[in-house]
């Protein structure tokens, strides 16, 4: 009686460890949730790169942001090389 109930007890743990693999879906390389790393240069020196690791919607988001601050610097300096304004 013992040794039935370990053998369903096992067979049972094997059927939802197999179960819960096949749910585990792949993430997409696109998808905003799926973690991408780059390697960049560390400033001040010739060789060193620094690994960094954020999602998709954070390396989208820093671009954003980098390309927002671009805008404004240009602009502040259009304003100030304008002699009739």
Partial sequence: ??????????SLLTIASSAL????PKLDRNDPNA????RLDVIGSLARKERVCKTN???RASAEQQN????DLISRNRVG???SG
């Avoid at 009686?1 to 096992?10: E, F, T």
């Avoid at 693999?21 to 585990?24: D, G, K, L, W």
């Fill in 57 to 59: 919607a954070q390396w």
């Fill in 21 to 24: 693999a096949q749910e585990q």
């Fill in 81 to 83: 090389m304008n002699p």
């Fill in 35 to 38: 973690v991408r790393c780059k």
């Fill in 68 to 71: 927002r601050d671009a805008d």
């Fill in 1 to 10: 009686m013992r040794g039935l109930k370990s053998v369903v007890v096992i």
